[in-house]
């Protein structure tokens, strides 16, 4: 396959250390982004509120339009490996003023939910060692949470490749800590030695429709949020081995990976704690799991705080990298300040993008956490905006892209126009969803109305409105990216696969 240069990055002076990671690696990087053990434990009750026993078919069923928008990445991957991903690709596809709106909306994501992982990262491992105090003092966690972003920044900047290491540790541990987990509460469901009202597990829970209604809407937008992170591996895709095929595949396998992990988890959870449970006990979210432990593991319940505590830990740093990878390629094509695209000299990493990131998100999680906790909760909520916005405008842009392929064969139809379009649809449907459910004060984690809308929703929109005046005042000030993106990409220029 001919390598377009159309839109060419940087110099190899310039450019991001290539064959810095392998396929293993981004693969480790695309599960940890997701922070599965903080995600689940942190959907799981709220789910279960809403569908009771059927809570893994809402996993089930949510992962449907990630595995379709996966192939999305994947095939757009193919034909551009650029750090950029959504940007870059929605820029030629369908036209700048798209593909700016899509940068921005990953930067922004980087930036909502970076404090917060942090937070849980610190709590729940001052809990595992026995600190409860410390959790309970704001000033004390707070700290604590600073310097674990400005650490997890660092080991970004310093090297794809020790930032490579440290997640397959925290990936390996994660994991064993919930499989411990599954394994001791399955295990007490069936020896009745449970302490709550245990469920035998049937298959018929994998249903998504059994619950039916508006309440299994709302699973599905719950559902969607955990699984939202896989795409990271596709940002490093200019420092991965085989970077055309590569981190595409890593981008899939992590989808699949995760719904492995999610609905036996959900599985063990919903069998051992039983429905009641988990929906008296939703409001606690993340902090389902720190009663879970002790319920089910009694003195051994610093295993599943750890496996939370890890998972927040990597996601905090693997968050970064999108958020920092696409302000580099933004900048490097103009669509932002130059400054922005520096790559370190000694690291090879976008030193500049990545503090930028971390200092905004420190920002954001101190002002918010001082106007109330809730409202930092509020935060994470407009996060399904941001996610179901940029994850459609993919698969759109996959199927405009390819547009001239896809009657060339039934697979390239299905894998790379029909499949991105439905992804893209369903995630059309919860976005607007999102939007109606949000507007109710009364959905919100503070109960209180910011302009008589939803606080979630007031942050989505501020999010949205900053952007366009940004662009805006960008293409006025700096027109040059606009200049060289006029329209949508030639149809000559699609790549065609090797025959």
């Known amino acids: 396959m001919a390598k377009d240069t159309t839109d060419a990055g940087p110099p190899p002076s310039a450019s991001l250390k290539p064959d810095a990671i392998g396929f293993l690696d981004a693969l480790v990087i695309g599960l940890n982004a997701t922070s599965p053990a903080y995600s689940v434990a942190a959907v799981i009750g709220p789910v279960v509120a809403l569908v009771g026993i059927y809570a893994p078919g809402v996993m089930l069923a949510s992962f449907v339009p990630m595995l379709l928008i996966a192939s999305a990445f994947y095939y757009l991957n193919r034909v551009d ?128 429709f059994g619950a039916g209604g508006a309440s299994l809407t709302a699973a599905l937008l719950l559902g969607v949020f955990i699984y939202w992170g896989w795409e990271s591996a596709v940002n490093l895709t200019e420092e991965v081995e085989d970077s055309a095929t590569a981190p595409g595949k890593a981008a899939v396998w992590s989808t699949v990976l995760l719904l492995v992990t999610y609905i036996a988890v959900a599985f063990a959870v919903v069998a051992y704690a039983g429905t009641v449970y988990l929906a008296e006990n939703a409001a606690e979210e993340e902090f389902i799991f720190a009663l879970l432990a002790e319920e089910a593991m009694g003195g051994w319940d610093w295993v599943v705080l750890l496996a939370v505590s890890t998972s927040a830990l990597a996601s905090t740093q693997t968050t970064i990298i999108p958020a920092s990878r696409t302000g580099l390629s933004m900048a490097r094509r103009h669509a932002l300040p130059a400054h922005f695209g520096r790559i370190h000299p000694r690291f090879r990493t976008p030193d500049v993008s990545t503090w930028w990131v971390a ?26 905006l941001l996610i179901a916005f940029y994850y459609a405008l993919t698969g759109l842009a996959c199927a405009v892209y390819y547009r001239r392929q896809l009657t060339r064969s039934v697979r390239d139809f299905f894998l790379i126009g029909l499949g991105p379009l439905v992804g893209a649809g369903l995630l059309a449907w919860l976005l607007v969803e999102s939007v109606s459910d949000m507007a109710d004060p009364a959905n919100s984690y503070s109960g209180v109305s910011w302009f008589g809308l939803g606080p979630p929703l007031v942050i989505g929109i501020g999010i949205a409105v900053t952007g366009v005046v940004l662009m805006v005042v960008w293409r006025l000030t700096a027109p040059a990216f606009w200049s060289e993106h006029p329209s949508t990409v030639d149809p000559d220029l699609v790549h065609r696969k090797e025959s």
Request: aromatic letters at 12%; glycine letters at 8%; a negative charge.
């Open 359 to 384: 200092g905004i998100a420190i920002v954001w999680y101190l002002v918010l956490y001082h106007v109330s906790e809730n409202a930092l909760f509020d935060s994470l909520t407009a996060l399904s």
């Open 81 to 208: 490996q650029d750090c950029g991903t959504t940007f870059s690709w929605v820029t030629r596809a369908m036209g700048p003023w798209a593909g700016w709106l899509g940068g921005w909306a990953i930067a922004m994501t980087g930036v909502l939910v970076v404090g917060s992982l942090a937070d849980v990262a610190v709590t729940f491992f001052l809990l595992a060692v026995g600190l409860d105090s410390w959790v309970d003092n704001d000033v004390v966690r707070q700290v604590l949470t600073v310097l674990l972003i400005l650490v997890m920044t660092a080991v970004c900047v310093i090297g794809t490749e020790l930032s490579a290491k440290v997640q397959n540790v925290l990936i390996l541990a994660q994991v064993v800590c919930l499989l411990a987990f599954a394994v001791v509460a399955l295990y007490r469901v069936y020896a009745d030695t449970g302490t709550l009202d245990s469920v035998e597990p049937r298959f018929s829970w994998l249903d998504p």
